[in-house]
């Protein structure tokens, strides 16, 4: 049976849904895994095939092309991914017991970055993160090192370099900017904007510009795509698997 | 006619050879573009085809990495990349890009703050792969030739290579083979004519 992989972040995981919720403390419950109302079980359910949901909350561009690089596909499989915001990023450090116990396969990304003495998690896009320390490195980050044409590159380039990879594996893969992206850079987008660069072609990136105007509905943390935004990811992209 | 197109930092420029050097000032130049004895032209001589030099002194692998992606080639372009192990970087802004390297430290906080908070040899090694293997699959098809050249390979091989890096990194080590045997440039840093010669030579042979 075919396998439709799946990689993204919060939105891809499903996150604030009912299923992966929990309603006593008002808050996600992403231990359950990712949700069943989510776009990538929707869009199996479609096509019939195995869902491998691989949406981690928070997660980067640079963390969604690391696991895909490193990912164990299979032939027939089906890879759709959701990009997530581009002014995320986080480091690559070698895992150690200290800083990342549960992985043991060479270089997988580690969540921590070494900021001096301390480990930090990833760099957010809103200054967020556990603490005081962490937000003020973030905002540093930001300011100095995140510039829009820079982290819409990087999510180009780390797109079309998936892109290869998977075509030179005969693996089909679909690839479509997360809301946040259209809301932050749609401009970017547009015709009269576009910025030209000679040798990257980023014309199979789906665009879903009518995202920022028709968010459908919220899931329970009303800030996440609700049941009907994720059928509406999923058919979407069922309509654009179904037209290759 | 066929055009060797080169990409690299200082040392593909040739910077601190004869003809980018202000001997008044005792500092390099770079206006009147590379040099002339710089391995790119001596190889360029050789092969008797037209030489196109875009490196650029002081430039970090992402750069070079620019340069090359917003570059036109021909199809009967020969393309020789020199890239770099130093922990450099650099931001890509609409108008301009901001270097991030160590010889700035002293007067740019963002390169002080990068290499004391942000950079990680692991990364930036992982980084410089994804770069190398980009330009391999771009330019696939695109040109006659593209040879890979990395100035400290034994740096660059500290770190396992990941599984799905596939381009072909040339067996030349820069610094051991050329800039620590042959005489140094007017800046005593980098290599003079012989070692551009050396190079020129040593990289006619492997084409």
Same mark, same amino acid.
């Given at each position: %049976?075919?396998?439709?992989?799946?990689?993204?972040?919060?939105?891809?995981?499903?996150?604030?849904?009912?299923?992966?919720?929990?309603?006593?403390?008002? @808050?996600?419950?992403?231990?359950?895994?990712?949700?069943?109302?989510?776009?990538?079980?929707?869009?199996?359910?479609?096509?019939?095939?195995?869902?491998?949901?691989?949406?981690?909350?928070?997660?980067?561009?640079?963390? /969604?092309?690391?696991?895909?690089?490193?990912?164990?596909?299979?032939?027939?499989?089906?890879?759709?991914?959701?990009?997530?915001?581009?002014?995320?990023?986080?480091?690559?450090?070698?895992? /150690?017991?200290?800083?990342?116990?549960? !992985?043991?396969?060479?270089?997988?990304?580690?969540?921590?970055?070494?900021?001096?003495? #301390?480990?930090?998690?990833?760099?957010?896009?809103?200054?967020?993160?556990?603490?005081?320390?962490?937000?003020?490195?973030?905002?540093?980050?930001?300011?100095?090192?995140?510039?829009?044409?820079?982290?819409?590159?990087?999510? !180009?380039?780390?797109?079309?370099?998936?892109?290869?990879?998977?075509?030179? *594996?005969?693996?089909?893969?679909?690839?479509?900017?997360? #809301?946040?992206?259209?809301? /932050?850079?749609?401009?970017?987008? /547009?015709?009269?904007?576009?910025?030209?660069?000679?040798?990257?072609?980023?014309?199979? %990136?789906?665009?879903?510009?009518?995202?920022?105007?028709?968010?459908?509905?919220?899931?329970?943390?009303?800030?996440?795509?609700?049941?009907?935004?994720?059928? %509406?990811?999923?058919?979407?992209?069922?309509?654009?698997?179904?037209?290759? | 006619?066929?055009?060797?197109?080169?990409?690299?930092?200082?040392?593909?420029?040739?910077?601190?050879?004869?003809?980018?050097?202000? !001997?008044?000032?005792?500092?390099?130049?770079?206006?009147?573009?590379?040099?002339?004895?710089?391995?790119?032209?001596?190889?360029?001589?050789?092969?008797?085809?037209?030489?196109?030099?875009?490196?650029?002194?002081?430039?970090?692998?992402?750069?070079?990495?620019?340069?090359?992606?917003?570059?036109?080639?021909?199809?009967?372009?020969?393309?020789?990349?020199?890239?770099?192990? &130093?922990? &450099?970087?650099?931001?890509?802004?609409?108008?301009?890009?901001?270097?991030?390297?160590?010889? @700035?430290?002293?007067?740019?906080?963002?390169?002080?703050?990068?290499? *004391?908070?942000?950079?990680?040899?692991?990364? #930036?090694?992982?980084?410089?792969? %994804?770069?190398?293997? !980009?330009?391999?699959?771009?330019?696939?098809?695109?040109?006659?030739?593209?040879?890979?050249?990395?100035?400290?390979?034994?740096?660059?091989?500290?770190?396992?290579?990941?599984?799905?890096?596939?381009?072909?990194?040339?067996?030349?080590?820069?610094?051991?083979?050329?800039?620590?045997?042959?005489?140094?440039?007017?800046?005593?840093?980098?290599?003079?004519?012989?070692?551009? @010669?050396?190079?020129?030579?040593?990289?006619?042979?492997?084409?």
């Amino acid at each position: %049976m075919s396998r439709l992989i799946a990689f993204g972040c919060s939105n891809t995981l499903g996150q604030a849904l009912p299923d992966i919720w929990n309603f006593d403390k008002n @808050k996600p419950n992403n231990d359950k895994g990712p949700s069943k109302y989510a776009w990538p079980q929707l869009l199996a359910n479609k096509l019939d095939v195995e869902c491998i949901n691989n949406g981690i909350q928070g997660n980067a561009p640079k963390d /969604t092309w690391w696991l895909i690089m490193n990912f164990p596909f299979k032939d027939n499989d089906i890879v759709t991914i959701l990009w997530p915001h581009i002014f995320r990023t986080t480091f690559l450090t070698e895992p /150690t017991p200290e800083n990342n116990p549960q !992985y043991y396969e060479p270089l997988w990304p580690a969540y921590y970055s070494r900021w001096q003495n #301390h480990r930090q998690v990833r760099v957010w896009a809103d200054e967020r993160g556990g603490s005081a320390w962490s937000k003020q490195h973030s905002k540093y980050y930001i300011k100095h090192y995140q510039f829009y044409l820079d982290c819409i590159l990087d999510l !180009y380039v780390r797109a079309d370099q998936i892109r290869y990879f998977l075509n030179e *594996k005969n693996i089909k893969n679909f690839h479509a900017l997360s #809301h946040e992206n259209i809301t /932050t850079f749609g401009h970017y987008l /547009t015709d009269e904007n576009k910025f030209h660069i000679e040798n990257v072609d980023m014309s199979f %990136m789906k665009n879903f510009l009518y995202w920022r105007y028709n968010f459908l509905d919220f899931g329970l943390d009303n800030l996440h795509p609700g049941t009907k935004t994720h059928q %509406m990811i999923a058919d979407s992209l069922h309509k654009e698997i179904c037209q290759d | 006619m066929s055009r060797l197109i080169t990409f690299g930092s200082s040392t593909t420029f040739g910077q601190a050879l004869p003809d980018t050097w202000d !001997y008044k000032k005792n500092i390099p130049i770079s206006e009147q573009g590379p040099s002339k004895y710089a391995w790119p032209q001596l190889l360029a001589n050789k092969l008797d085809v037209e030489c196109i030099n875009l490196s650029i002194p002081g430039s970090s692998n992402k750069e070079i990495w620019y340069t090359i992606l917003n570059t036109k080639f021909k199809p009967n372009d020969k393309v020789i990349i020199l890239w770099s192990v &130093r922990p &450099r970087w650099c931001i890509i802004k609409k108008s301009s890009i901001e270097n991030i390297a160590p010889f @700035k430290i002293d007067n740019h906080k963002p390169s002080e703050y990068f290499l *004391k908070y942000i950079y990680d040899e692991c990364d #930036h090694f992982i980084d410089s792969c %994804m770069r190398i293997n !980009y330009i391999t699959l771009a330019l696939r098809n695109k040109i006659k030739l593209l040879k890979h050249y990395m100035d400290h390979l034994s740096e660059f091989n500290k770190i396992p290579f990941p599984k799905w890096f596939d381009s072909n990194i040339e067996k030349v080590n820069f610094v051991n083979d050329i800039l620590n045997i042959y005489p140094k440039a007017m800046d005593n840093q980098h290599t003079g004519e012989e070692g551009n @010669k050396a190079f020129a030579d040593i990289l006619y042979k492997d084409l």
